[in-house]
């Protein structure tokens, strides 16, 4: 078990750092130092200091991880959190080695994630959620996601104050606390209007800023989200990848299909570099087709009817 004062030495500078300096989520930093604890936990006494940790350790962990059934995936992920945190070491003169120098990432099979079909984006309807407070807020949140393109973390943590009805805006507080301006349907502010006013009737003037609370009152959680996401889509689509991210990736590829520019899409997903984006350029494999089809100079449209036939 670590100590009190290995936690304020080695752990919490750390955790400061993250927080403050690089300005993660508290989700994140969380995340990462609970990897950090549960690594430096399973060194235990092999080592009297953390400038005495070696690759070897890291290898025998990772073994560890993997006999336990932990996916590749999984265990980069907690080995990503690593990296972080001996580099801030080795950065803050901490240790004079950084130890995970040579590793290289598990190898992870690449499955492509299909997005929802404009057609599944449409079958989605008031009539589907309770008909209360509640659920209206349910099909609200579903919709943001699709039209905003916004991330989990900054559904939950939206407020009243960024909501300007009239001017069609929304406020929205991304990575590393960085804002931007994201516009919204006149249908979607319609939407947002009779939620905003029927939450003020439930709640009354002034309470809590968050828009969306959970029944006791309290602000949405992750895990809350995405079972509200993963169950509602069970009835919408085969798809394996039902998720909160899966909207994100939704709203990109039909915005990048029906022709938007790479840059505005970027802006509006609050992406700081393109590369990021650019992973939600493949269009949907009926697009792939439909443009095949258009293009191919060999492409016969009444052979591709007798086959249909």
């Known amino acids: 078990m670590i100590s009190d004062f290995f936690m304020e030495k080695f752990i919490k500078p750390y955790y400061d750092y993250l927080l403050k300096e690089k300005h993660f989520s508290l989700h994140t930093v969380n995340a990462y130092v609970n990897d950090v604890e549960v690594f430096l936990n399973f060194v235990g006494t092999d080592v009297a200091a953390v400038s005495e940790i070696v690759y070897q350790h890291i290898r025998n962990w990772i073994v560890s991880l993997s006999s336990q059934n932990m996916s590749n995936n999984s265990i980069n992920r907690k080995i990503a959190s690593l990296k972080s ?20 990432a598990l190898r992870v099979k690449k499955v492509l994630q299909v997005p929802f079909s404009e057609d599944e984006m449409k079958k989605i309807e008031r009539a589907d959620f309770d008909d209360d407070y509640f659920g209206l807020q349910n099909y609200v949140i579903i919709v943001l996601f699709y039209t905003l393109g916004i991330r989990k973390s900054e559904l939950i943590n939206l407020q009243l104050h960024d909501v300007d009805l009239k001017k069609l805006e929304i406020k929205v507080l991304g990575k590393r606390s960085k804002e931007r301006i994201v516009p919204i349907l006149t249908s979607v502010a319609a939407i947002l209007s009779e939620f905003i006013e029927k939450r003020k009737q439930q709640f009354g003037n002034g309470y809590n800023k968050n828009i969306f609370l959970l029944k006791n009152t309290q602000n949405l959680n992750q895990t809350f989200v995405y079972r509200l996401i993963n169950n509602y889509f069970r009835g919408v689509t085969s798809k394996g990848k039902k998720s909160p991210h899966m909207l994100r990736h939704t709203f990109a590829t039909h915005m990048l299909n029906a022709g938007a520019n790479l840059n505005t899409v970027k802006e509006l997903l609050g992406h700081s570099s393109l590369s990021s984006t650019q992973i939600y350029t493949h269009t949907s494999l009926a697009e792939l087709k439909k443009m095949y089809s258009k293009t191919h100079p060999r492409f016969n449209p009444e052979e591709e009817q007798e086959h249909l036939l």
């Open 85 to 104: 945190y001996f580099k801030f070491l080795y950065i803050t003169k901490t240790i004079n080695n950084y130890p995970l120098q040579a590793h290289k």
